[in-house]
């Protein structure tokens, strides 16, 4: 867990790094410097690109984690590497055509409650193919056991680049217009960085020869394409769908709510990246010892960490909500309910890398198809029912709901839950301390009372942690400031 527990603190950090930035963009600089018409478009326009990623790459981002670790000949591995640069083009190019074919209706069919949209269509494929390229070329480094570099450029470069755009329409130096075309300039920029530094620690040796096992790879690709684009639907549905029920600003106001609560799951997002790959080595060594330890270890690393990130979020929330613009103020109840889905889903640690790197990864089709019809029926009952909160409320449901299916698959499979005793004593410290600071407020400005209520929580949560021992990193990270702290003393 060494590697794991090393590379994952710093993709931490510079994810809260990424996303302190990018909650400079959402909570002031979009808010104040773009229309509410505009910063929906932007949100629009990149979740529809997600939306439209997964089918792109076709796959393959994943199929290089699963593979690369089980060819032990270099000329194989170099056969299959060629080979992932050229498979997603034989969907991602007639994907294109028929989008330019039938352009006109497409993006009448999009803009007709907001006809803004309508020039800016074409973009989605755009950002959609550059970014599955970069998460080629970011499962290309990660195979090598490097993603510190790659997670960087994920997390941060958009969101910099963002700021600088924003300042650049505050000053008039360009409009509002151009700024969506420059953000759009910025993730083929993001791409060609990643590609570089993929090429670095691996040089490509094309050829046009595919692996020995290429029918394997293409039917592990295709079952994971569309069960990754019904994954993704439950990511980015609701902002693809709110557009088609409701004014531009909403999504505006829905983006800002829903980017507050999902820092919760940033620090799975920075243990993902290294422990996906170790997974599906010990999955291809056939491993169950390895297996059921990084299960145990990234559930209760995850759930203690994003723990820690739900109570700052959902008790300061009435003081950060009283300093953005007041018509933000409607997502109170989006980021308690995003919040709590994103804290489950970290709940279930590796699971998902378990499942879909072994060999019963078929059983993501099925199980993300449903997951996704349920959410898109869910969102036409309850966005029309109670606005916003209803596409918050579908996805907290789902998730509930999905990730408990996924803890009894892989138990049923592999004999193996992520929970231990610590995981009831950390569940009923997050109580305890949910209720003790949530209706506790300081009368003072709110930027004071989140600093003296952040830090009240901090100390007294990081000491619950180490007395609990809830986690044996907890104990060693504390041990190593302690130490650092008193030999300077």
Do not use: C
């Not at 028929?98 to 803004?116: C, K, R, W």
């Not at 439950?234 to 999902?262: H, R, T």
């Amino acid at each position: 867990m060494g590697i794991v527990f090393k590379q994952s603190l710093r993709n931490t950090f510079i994810i809260y790094f990424a996303f302190a930035i990018g909650g400079v963009n959402a909570l002031f600089l979009y808010t104040h410097f773009l229309e509410d018409q505009y910063y929906g478009l932007v949100t629009f326009l990149l979740s529809s690109a997600n939306l439209l990623m997964p089918l792109t790459a076709f796959g393959v981002q994943y199929a290089i984690i699963k593979f690369y670790s089980s060819y032990k000949i270099a000329a194989q591995r170099d056969r299959f590497l060629s080979s992932s640069l050229l498979i997603p083009l034989f969907i991602a190019l007639p994907i294109g055509v028929f989008g330019a074919i039938f352009y006109d209706q497409i993006s009448t069919y999009l803009s007709v409650e907001n006809p803004i949209v309508k020039e800016y269509v074409f973009l989605i494929y755009i950002v959609a193919l550059l970014t599955a390229y970069f998460e080629i070329f970011y499962a290309w480094s990660k195979v090598q056991l490097q993603s510190v570099f790659g997670n960087l450029i994920r997390e941060l470069f958009s969101r910099v680049a963002a700021m600088i755009l924003l300042i650049l329409v505050y000053y008039k130096l360009i409009d509002q217009r151009a700024f969506v075309y420059w953000l759009s300039f910025a993730y083929l920029l993001r791409m060609l960085l990643m590609m570089g530094y993929a090429f670095y620690l691996k040089k490509p040796k094309f050829t046009w020869k595919l692996p020995d096992n290429y029918k394997q790879i293409f039917r592990y690709s295709l079952y994971i394409i569309l069960a990754g684009s019904a994954g993704t639907i439950l990511l980015d549905i609701d902002k693809f769908m709110i557009p088609q029920k409701e004014m531009l600003a909403q999504v505006a106001y829905y983006a800002v709510a829903v980017y507050i609560g999902s820092v919760v799951e940033t620090p799975g997002r920075a243990m993902a990246q290294i422990i996906q790959p170790l997974t599906a080595k010990a999955l291809n060594e056939n491993n169950h010892k390895e297996i059921g330890s990084l299960y145990h270890k990234s559930h209760i690393n995850l759930f203690l960490i994003s723990g820690f990130v739900f109570l700052l979020i959902n008790t300061n929330l009435k003081e950060l909500y009283q300093i953005i613009p007041e018509k933000f103020s409607g997502g109170i109840w989006v980021v308690l309910m995003i919040s709590t889905a994103k804290l489950y889903h970290m709940f279930l640690g590796n699971n998902g890398a378990i499942i879909s790197n072994s060999k019963y990864y078929k059983i993501l089709l099925p199980y993300g198809i449903v997951m996704a019809i349920s959410v898109i029926v869910l969102n036409y009952w309850l966005i029309d029912l109670i606005g916003i909160d209803g596409a918050a409320l579908s996805t907290l449901l789902v998730v509930l709901v999905f990730d408990t299916l996924k803890i009894a698959y892989v138990k049923k499979k592999f004999g193996l839950l992520p929970m231990n005793s610590k995981t009831y004593v950390l569940l009923l410290l997050l109580a305890v301390f949910f209720l003790l600071f949530y209706f506790w407020d300081f009368n003072f400005h709110p930027i004071i009372n989140i600093l003296l209520k952040s830090s009240l929580l901090s100390v007294l949560y990081l000491w619950a942690a180490v007395s609990f021992r809830i986690a044996p990193e907890a104990v060693l990270v504390w041990n190593q400031f302690k130490n650092y702290f008193l030999k300077r003393g």
